[in-house]
């Protein structure tokens, strides 16, 4: 154990011995392990946008193995998806890799002006699969966003009494946000402190632009003179508002960019804005795997500093 990784856990003095260990199981697995930093391969777009979607420029993933090989031979921290794609592989891969079960999803088979997450899978099923944790999604910005603070409330209690750590992937969205402001700096900021709230171990935002959306928050980043000109400085505020930089915050890499330098520049904002990492789906999987394991590389490095 890394002083950097007790440091970590420290700040969770609440926790039950059970959801540090599990969460210390991540923080200490992969090529990054010890440091403090997480990159974590997510495969839920399967369920989000649909297999063509996520799989046919890369038809290797519809297999749900091949995720679990991605990971490890990248040397990732952890690994996320729903139930049925971890089930594919948790026996063959049983303890090779920690595993993280999103237990929320939601599907695109209907126009929806307020997205909702159904429930999927149970506190139970991550138990007997083994995962480390349990990831849930919540849209702050959408009508129906206070109905997803109380179901995510009773799931991660239930989670953290089974010794397990939990993700929430935080992601504004919803009638009351524009397109815009989804990725605005004032609500980026908002939805991880609303994460932080709401007790989560490892939080995850987009990364967030210099629009801001609400008139209120503008006049205060105004006259605090808030700096948010670049991407560094942006990830800096977004750690700011993650408890002064006391949560597991990472970030998500987005529809995948053919323009691998925009992939680096976006890790090398997030190590020097103390950010502790990237959760890259569609960036990695969607790449044949030798070219994904070469820009997983890349990625790792920067955030070990060997690359500037």
């Known amino acids: 154990m890394t002083e950097r990784v007790r440091e970590i856990l420290s700040w969770y003095g609440s926790d039950n011995p059970g959801s540090l260990t599990n969460l210390a199981r991540m923080l200490n697995h992969g090529r990054l392990g010890g440091t403090g930093r997480m990159v974590i391969l997510p495969v839920d777009q399967g369920w989000e946008h649909g297999p ?22 990248a040397g990732c921290s952890a690994y996320a998806a729903p139930l049925g794609f971890l089930e594919a592989g948790a026996r063959d891969f049983a303890g090779e890799i920690p595993l993280i079960l999103k237990a929320n999803n939601h599907d695109l088979l209907a126009d929806e ?53 939990v993700v929430v992937w935080s992601y504004p969205r919803g009638s009351q946000l524009s397109k815009e402001g989804e990725t605005a700096v004032d609500v980026c900021g908002y939805a991880v402190h609303i994460a932080a709230e709401m007790g989560a171990h490892i939080l995850k935002v987009k990364l967030p632009t210099d629009h801001i959306e609400q008139d209120a928050a503008r006049k205060v980043y105004e006259k605090e003179k808030i700096p948010i000109g670049t991407l560094t400085e942006r990830v800096r505020h977004v750690m700011q508002c993650a408890f002064a930089g006391r949560r597991i915050v990472v970030f998500s890499g987005g529809a995948k960019k053919d323009d691998e330098s925009a992939i680096f520049d976006e890790a090398r904002a997030i190590r020097d804005g103390g950010g502790m990492g990237s959760i890259i789906g569609r960036n990695s999987f969607q790449r044949k795997k030798a070219d994904a394991l070469k820009m997983l590389d890349s990625i790792m490095s920067i955030y070990e500093g060997k690359t500037k």
């Open 113 to 165: 002006k307020d997205s909702w997450q159904a429930l999927t899978a149970s506190v139970d099923d991550a138990l007997r699969i083994g995962a480390c944790a349990v990831g849930l999604t919540i849209y702050p910005g959408s009508a129906l966003r206070k109905e997803m603070y109380e179901n995510l409330r009773r799931y991660a209690e239930q989670a953290k009494e089974a010794g397990l750590a």
């Open 52 to 73: 063509a979607r996520s799989f046919a420029p890369n038809p290797d993933g519809y297999d749900p193995r091949y995720h679990f090989k991605l990971a490890l031979e």
